[in-house]
Each structure stands twice: as C-alpha cells, then as structure tokens.
C-alpha cells in the first residue's frame, strides 16, 4: 500500500514506537521527504516556530516540518525527554518572575526536580535512538539539543551530553552565561564528548558577548541569534565574517532596529538584511545550520506551519 505524506505522518503520531520502525518506508513516502538544503545552504528551523500549535508533542513536530518542507531542526528540550518517558514537571505556584513560592510549592519544586534528576540519571537512550530514527526516516537531521544548564549537576551534564549523541546532535544549545567557572566546565565536557556547546543570545548578542566563552574552551561556539543583533543595534554580516568558524548555528528572523522600534515582524518587512546573510553564508561555502526562528504574531486564518513554509520560501527566493 502507498502511503501520502500525510498517511506517513499520521502512522508517525498514532502507531507504537516499536512497531512503526519495523515497518520500511514505502517509495510514495520516501519521495515526499523534505529538503530544506537550498544551494548548498544548511536551512532549518527551531522547535520554538512550532510553540503555537495544538499538539506538542516530539511525534507532532515530524508532522509540522515534513509539512513544511523542513529537513533540520534544533529542537528544545522538553518533548524529547516526554518522547522518552520523563516524568511530568507539574505547574507549581502562579509563576511570573519576582513571584515568590511559598514553602510548601518551593517543596515540592524541590521534589519534582529530584525525580527528573533520578530519571535522567538512570533512563536508558534507547527511546532517544527511536526519536532519531522516526525522524531520519522521515527525512530530518535533528541537529541540536536545547536542555543544557550550568546549574545541572556532572550526571545530569553527562546524560544532556549522552542524549546529544544518541540523537546524532553536533551541539547541545543553552543561553549564553558569563560564569567564567561554568563556561570552562561545559566547554571541557564539550571537548571531551566532541559535541560543541553553543551559546544562544537575545539583546546582549554583540561583536564582544561571546568572547569569555571562546577563550574559557574550544568546545565552546555560539548559537547566536542574529535577528536580536539587529534590534540590539549591531551588524549581522560583520559578526559572521569575523566568527563564522565558532558558529555552531543561528537563528534567522525580522526585527527591527532600535530606531524602528525593535520589534518581531513578518519576513521582508523587518531590517533584518536576511538575503545578505544568506548570500554571505552561500558564498563562502559555511555549512553551519541557519534556525528559520517565526518569532512574529501568526495573522488571522493562518497558523505557525503556513508562516514557517513563507519564511522557507523568503529563504529559497533569497538563495535563487
């Protein structure tokens, strides 16, 4: 029987894990597996795109890239490790910043984050593998982890480190900090386990942010976002010229600059030079993933799936 690429997905979402893999793609499934590589251009996009879409689920993400026409992904943390079994992290307090915990949700804080570490510690990276493979047969590299933490403990940074690999990761991703400790102690493990750590930026993104990362370790690269470098005020191009070989990936989006108000827009309509950037990347041959990141409001009658596939498209006339 063939299967349409939508029958692909949805035997993806409904079928057992175990099950599923043992069936081959059939030839009508394999044909309509997404590419994302324009003109020798790395596109992608990051899980955060998807944030305003019903189902968030790892098994629902397949089905809003292969939709898209999107073939790599940096995927943030919390549906892989639900994909793989991690207990539940439950909503405690009215949350917001300066909003204190009372004693007894700081308690239970405290006891839903020992289960989490147990489960990490001790999980097996067999359902990880299973999470690969569902979406390298489908035609998606999964190429960054979103999950890492300085206040995670050696075990934890471990199994971060181990989950990475067996998701065929080339970097797990964080925000950036300034711990000069801290950034030597992810960046030595970095070294170790041959996975960069990359360091994510918003409005702090400048020519100089990344340089106490750079010197504490090899291991450490950035993932910088370098639609916030604009609304920040910096220069795109000129940032990639001088660290292009410490990027491990960025984030692509429209902002406006300072003096337009800085603000998220649709794509082609911000200051972000998007075609300039794509333009430099293709012309020196760099191969560092670019994260399509939607960051504007979805407009009425569409929905985050449509406003990915315009992006991808920008992209694509950009690269012609």
Not at 9 to 15: F, G, I, N, P, V
Not at 108 to 126: C, G, H, I
Not at 165 to 173: R, S
Not at 298 to 313: H, M, Q, R
Request: aromatic share 8%; proline share 4%; glycine share 8%.
């Amino acid at each position: 029987m063939n299967l349409t690429r939508r029958d692909f997905t949805k035997l993806a979402l409904t079928a057992p894990v175990a099950a599923w893999l043992a069936q081959p793609l059939t030839a009508a499934a394999q044909t309509r597996r997404p590419n994302s590589v324009i003109n020798g251009v790395n596109l992608g996009a990051i899980t955060y795109s998807y944030r305003a879409m019903p189902d968030q689920s790892a098994e629902a993400y397949l089905g809003y890239l292969v939709d898209s026409g999107i073939s790599q992904i940096e995927f943030m943390g919390g549906p892989v490790e639900a994909f793989a079994g991690a207990p539940a992290m439950p909503r405690i307090g009215p949350g917001g910043r300066g909003v204190a915990l009372t004693a007894e949700q700081a308690a239970q804080q405290r006891e839903a984050q020992a289960k989490l570490r147990a489960w990490r510690t001790s999980v097996s990276m067999d359902r990880f593998k299973a999470l690969r493979k569902i979406y390298n047969d489908a035609g998606v590299t999964i190429y960054a982890w979103k999950a890492l933490s300085a206040s995670m403990t050696d075990e934890e940074i471990e199994y971060v480190f181990n989950v990475a690999e067996a998701l065929g990761n080339t970097h797990v991703t964080l925000e950036l900090i300034e711990d000069p400790a801290q950034l030597k102690r992810l960046g030595a493990m970095g070294e170790k386990r041959k996975i960069s750590v990359a360091y994510h930026t918003h409005l702090q993104g400048s020519m100089t942010a990344f340089d106490q990362a750079f010197a504490a370790s090899k291991g450490n690269v950035a993932n910088v976002d370098l639609g916030h470098f604009v609304a920040a005020g910096g220069d795109p191009i000129a940032f990639l010229n001088k660290f292009h070989d410490r990027i491990a990936s960025f984030h692509l989006k429209d902002r406006a600059t300072p003096a337009h108000g800085a603000k998220n827009l649709a794509w082609g309509t911000g200051d972000t030079p998007i075609t300039q950037i794509l333009q430099t990347v293709k012309k020196n041959g760099w191969k560092m993933p670019i994260a399509i990141e939607m960051e504007y409001d979805v407009p009425a009658g569409s929905d985050a799936v449509k406003e990915v596939v315009k992006c991808l498209d920008y992209c694509k006339r950009a690269l012609a």
